[in-house]
């Protein structure tokens, strides 16, 4: 894996983000004080179990959420220097799905029914008015091929039933490229492909980040899939950033209970011969989320003073930081 140069420019750099659902039965805290950020060029890979608020936090970088229901408390999310959260709603329009773009879980969901492939993957570059309808559709039959599509003509005048979950993730991946964005926020774009597609999928996408010059950020609950794919990683928990570093630092020196317990559930060339561990009880609901560490109820390590208070982050080194109070008085 390559290493991305100190000198890179901080592209996206969510500062102590807080968010709120609104519901019936009042605000609950899905996201809280979260900070990550990407570099121009850089590939990272957001993971967690399912539950944990990733998809959540992705829709809010760009306000995807309902206004009515989504509340931002507190923090801040700046793309090129510029603070997300203050935009105005044309400003916000101007930059999701133009500079920004997303591939989501679901190809079948993602793309309406009732029209044309050709109708849909051109859309996002009319409406942000960068050239005509001829254009739009040449550049949409390039992206086609660069996607590994054949047939590209009948492609586009076909509807996306006639076609397969793997294909149809790859005309997704090519409609959100055609405005030639400069960040890509993928939401587990392989979870409902078939395996024997997942592989080649991964590969393109590494071929594309490279090819169009993308920072990446990756969604996704399986820690191995992108442990060979990430420059950098954040582990997610029950709204809050439990651990973040290189891969290196993550994968190979694990330092919070909750990524130990993830890496430790896939089997792998070091465990073979063990058997695999199972995290006890489930991801608990914002309504019910823990006064002190969110991981207390299902960690092996648990204190006195995990219940109590909340941990601080801890930072290991100037990449890897992690949130547990075992961690406390080994700050580098």
């Known amino acids: ?25 009042g605000s609950l805290p899905v996201i809280q004080d979260i900070s990550f950020q990407i570099k121009e060029g850089e590939f990272l890979a957001l993971v967690g179990e399912s539950g944990c608020g990733k998809s959540v936090c ?3 970088l760009t306000k995807l959420l309902p206004s009515n229901l989504a509340k931002y408390k507190s923090g801040s999310i700046l793309f090129q220097e510029e603070d ?17 773009s997303y591939v989501f879980q679901e190809p079948f969901s993602s793309l309406n029914p009732l029209k044309k492939i050709k109708d849909q993957i051109i859309e996002a570059f009319l409406v942000h008015g960068m050239g005509s309808k001829q254009e739009a559709l040449d550049k ?13 003509k009948q492609r586009l005048n076909s509807y996306p039933n006639h076609m397969s979950g793997g294909m149809l993730q790859r005309i997704s991946i090519a409609m959100a490229l055609i405005t030639d964005p400069i960040l890509l926020i993928a939401d587990e774009p392989t ?25 990446v950020l990756f969604i996704s609950h399986d820690i191995a899939l992108v442990s060979h794919m990430a420059d950098r990683i954040a582990v997610m ?18 330092k919070h209970p909750y990524t130990q317990a993830l ?5 792998s060339t070091d465990n073979l011969s063990q058997e695999l561990e199972v995290i ?37 080194s100037e990449s890897h930081s992690a949130l547990c109070h075992l961690l406390e008085g080994k700050e580098k």
Request: aromatic share 6%; proline share 5%; glycine share 4%.
């Open 191 to 215: 979870s409902a492909i078939d395996v024997t597609i997942q592989a080649q999928l991964i590969h393109l996408l590494m071929e594309l980040k490279e090819q169009f010059s993308l920072s």
């Open 84 to 100: 997300i959260i203050k935009m105005d709603n044309m400003s916000i329009q101007k930059l999701r799905g133009n500079q920004i």
């Open 263 to 267: 890496l430790n559930s896939y089997p």
């Open 237 to 254: 928990y029950a709204g809050e950033i439990v651990e973040s570093g290189t891969i290196e630092e993550v994968i190979d020196s694990p």
């Open 140 to 152: 949409a039959e390039y992206l086609l091929e660069k996607v590994g599509i054949t047939d590209v």
């Open 58 to 60: 992705s829709l809010a």
């Open 1 to 25: 894996m390559s290493k991305l140069s100190e000198d890179r420019k901080i592209l996206l750099d969510v500062k102590d983000f807080s968010l709120d659902l609104v519901t019936e039965n």
């Open 280 to 316: 006890p009880g489930i991801v608990p609901s914002p309504i019910d989320y823990p006064i002190g560490c969110h991981f207390e109820q299902r960690c092996k390590y648990k204190m006195d003073i995990c219940r109590l208070k909340k941990p601080n982050h801890i930072k290991l």
